[in-house]
C-alpha cells in the first residue's frame, strides 16, 4: 500500500523510530493526496477529486485520528477507478489501462469487505443515472471482475476478522422487533445534531430534489440505501462497547452515497442559483472545525500515556485496565505497541506495559525476562532491532497486577 512506501524506505535509510513513525502517519495523508492529484490534475476528472475531498470531510470527525480505517482509504482508490474510465468507450479503453485497473480493484477487495458495498452503489448509482458518462459495459465488468476476486479471496484468504465482523448480523433476530431501540440508532440521532449535521441536511435536499424531479427510481434507490445501511451498520453494532471512531469508520461509505447524488446531480442544479461553491466552502470549513474540535479526546488520550509512562515506564507490567484508570483508552490491545513506541521515541528506552481487563490470565508472562509481550505474540529480544526496541531489563519478568474487585 501507498501509506508503507514513506517508513520503509525511512527505516531502510537507518532513520530514527520519530521519523519512520511520522512518516508512516504522512503516508496515509499522502494516499489521499495522490488520488485527489491523479483524479484532478492527471485525469481531469474534477467531480471525482472532489469526491475524495467529501469522503474526508463530509462528515468525519473521530476517523480522522485513526488513520489506518482501511474504509476512507479505499473508496478514495476507487475515485481513481471511476475517474479512469469515465467518458470513455469500452473500445477505447488500452491493455494498459484495463491491467492498472484490475490491480487497483484487487486491491480494493483485500482493502475491507464494505468495498463491496461502497462498488455495488456505484455502479447502480451511475447505471441509474441518465446522463452518466460512462460506458454500461466496463460497469460490467468492473462489477465481474470484483465479485471474482473477492470469491477466491474468500475461498483462499478469508480472515478472522471479517468472520468476526459478519456475527453481528445474528442481532437482527435476537433484537426483533425492537430495533430503533439500541444505543447505536440513538446515538447516530444525536451525532446528527453534533457532528453529522450533513448527512440529515443533504439526505433531505438530495430526495427533495429527486420528488421535484420525478426521479423516483434514484429517489428510492438512495433513500433505501442510506436508511438500509445505517440500520445495518446500528443492528450489527447495537451496544455502547462499540468505540465512537470504529462506527464512524462504518458509517463512512454513507459520505459516498450521499457524495455521489450531491456532487453529480444537486451541485449543478445550486450552480445554477450560484449557491454551488457556496455549500462546498461551507461542507469544508465545517469538516476542518469539526476534525479540530475532535482533538481533545485523543490529546487526553496522549496525555494519559504519558502521564502513566513516567509512574510506569520502569516496569515490565500488565496493568489492570480498571486499576489504571484506563477508561480514555476505547480498545486495549494496542497498548503494548503505543507504549514501546512513545517511550522509545520520548525517553530514549523502550517500556514494556500491557494495559489488560483480565491481568491474571497472562500469569505465565511473570518467566518471560528475555522477550517483549504483547496482546498476542511474544517476540524474544534478540529477534528485535535494538536500534528501536530499547529495553534494558534482562532479568525480571512481568508483574501482573491483581484485578479491581
Not at 65 to 94: D, N
Not at 143 to 149: K, N, P, Q, S, T
Not at 304 to 320: E, F, H
Request: glycine letters at 4%.
Amino acid at each position: 500500500m501507498l501509506w508503507r512506501i514513506p517508513p520503509l524506505l525511512a527505516y531502510k535509510a537507518g532513520s530514527s523510530l520519530e521519523t519512520i513513525s511520522v512518516s508512516y502517519s504522512a503516508g496515509f495523508i499522502a494516499n489521499y493526496l495522490v488520488c485527489y492529484w491523479v483524479c484532478g490534475s492527471m485525469l481531469k476528472q474534477y467531480r471525482f477529486a472532489l469526491l475524495v475531498l467529501l469522503i474526508n470531510l463530509l462528515f468525519a470527525a473521530h476517523t480522522f485520528y485513526w488513520p489506518i480505517s482501511q474504509v476512507p482509504q479505499g473508496m478514495a482508490m476507487m475515485m481513481v477507478v471511476w475517474a479512469m474510465i469515465w467518458e470513455k468507450r469500452l473500445e477505447a479503453i488500452k491493455p494498459l489501462m484495463w491491467c492498472s485497473i484490475a490491480c487497483l480493484l484487487v486491491v480494493l477487495v483485500f482493502f475491507h469487505p464494505l468495498m463491496l458495498v461502497a462498488l455495488a452503489y456505484s455502479i447502480v448509482f451511475f447505471l441509474l443515472s441518465k446522463d452518466a458518462q460512462v460506458d454500461r459495459r466496463v460497469l460490467y465488468r468492473i462489477g465481474a471482475f470484483f465479485v471474482l476476486i473477492l470469491v477466491l479471496k474468500s475461498i483462499f484468504f478469508r480472515t478472522q476478522y471479517e468472520r468476526h465482523s459478519l456475527s453481528g448480523l445474528k442481532n437482527f433476530i435476537k433484537l426483533f422487533p425492537y430495533y430503533f431501540n439500541t444505543f447505536s440508532n440513538k446515538q447516530f440521532i444525536a451525532n446528527c445534531v453534533s457532528r453529522y449535521y450533513w448527512i440529515p441536511v443533504l439526505f433531505a435536499g438530495i430526495c427533495a430534489l429527486y420528488l421535484r424531479t420525478g426521479n423516483y427510481k434514484k429517489l428510492l434507490f438512495f433513500g433505501g440505501a442510506v436508511a438500509g445501511y445505517l440500520m445495518l451498520v446500528n443492528i450489527m453494532y447495537p451496544t455502547a462497547d462499540t468505540p465512537l471512531f470504529y462506527i464512524e469508520n462504518l458509517y463512512l461509505p454513507v459520505s459516498l452515497f450521499i457524495g455521489l447524488p450531491l456532487v453529480f446531480d444537486l451541485l449543478p442544479v445550486l450552480e445554477q442559483r450560484s449557491a454551488g461553491g457556496a455549500v462546498m466552502a461551507l461542507i469544508m470549513i465545517t469538516g476542518c472545525v469539526r476534525l479540530y474540535a475532535a482533538h481533545n479526546v485523543y490529546s487526553e488520550r496522549l496525555q494519559w500515556q504519558r502521564s502513566y509512562l513516567a509512574a510506569n515506564g520502569d516496569k515490565k507490567i500488565i496493568a489492570d485496565s480498571k486499576k489504571a484508570n484506563a477508561g480514555i483508552l476505547p480498545m486495549l490491545w494496542g497498548t503494548p505497541y503505543e507504549f514501546w513506541q512513545l517511550s522509545t521515541i520520548e525517553q530514549g528506552r523502550s517500556a514494556s506495559i500491557i494495559i489488560d481487563e483480565d491481568p491474571p490470565h497472562r500469569d505465565w508472562a511473570r518467566d518471560k525476562r528475555r522477550a517483549f509481550v504483547v496482546n498476542w505474540n511474544v517476540f524474544d529480544y534478540s529477534e528485535l532491532d535494538p536500534k528501536y526496541f530499547r529495553f534494558t531489563d534482562t532479568t525480571t519478568g512481568y508483574i501482573i497486577e491483581e484485578p479491581v474487585r
